[in-house]
C-alpha cells in the first residue's frame, strides 16, 4: 500500500500539471517604427518580468507563485502591444 507521503506528492504534481499557462503573445503587425520600437519595449519589459519571476526562491513550493507571476507577465505583455497600435 503507498504511503501517504507519496500519495500527498502524487496528488501535488497532479494539481500543479494541470494549471494551464497563458500562452506568450505574437507580436502583432507592426507597420511605423514608432510602433516597432514601442513593441521593442514591450519586450524589453517582458524579459524583465520573466527574469524576476525566474528569480523567485523556495523550490517547488513557489511554483503556484512562480506560473502566476510568469502569466501576468504574458497579460502584461498583450496589453502593452496593444498599445503601440
Do not use: H
Not at 519595449?41 to 528569480?55: F, G, K, R, V, W
Amino acid at each position: 500500500m503507498p504511503s501517504l507521503r507519496f500519495i500527498l506528492a502524487a496528488l501535488f504534481i497532479m494539481l500543479t500539471g494541470c494549471m494551464k499557462q497563458t500562452e506568450i503573445p505574437r507580436m502583432p503587425t507592426l507597420t511605423t517604427e514608432k510602433e516597432k520600437a514601442c513593441a521593442r519595449e514591450c519586450q524589453a519589459i517582458y524579459s524583465q518580468c520573466n527574469t524576476a519571476c525566474s528569480q523567485m526562491i523556495g523550490g517547488s513550493r513557489t511554483d503556484r507563485q512562480r506560473e502566476q507571476c510568469l502569466n501576468n507577465c504574458n497579460i502584461a505583455l498583450e496589453d502593452c502591444y496593444g498599445t503601440c497600435k
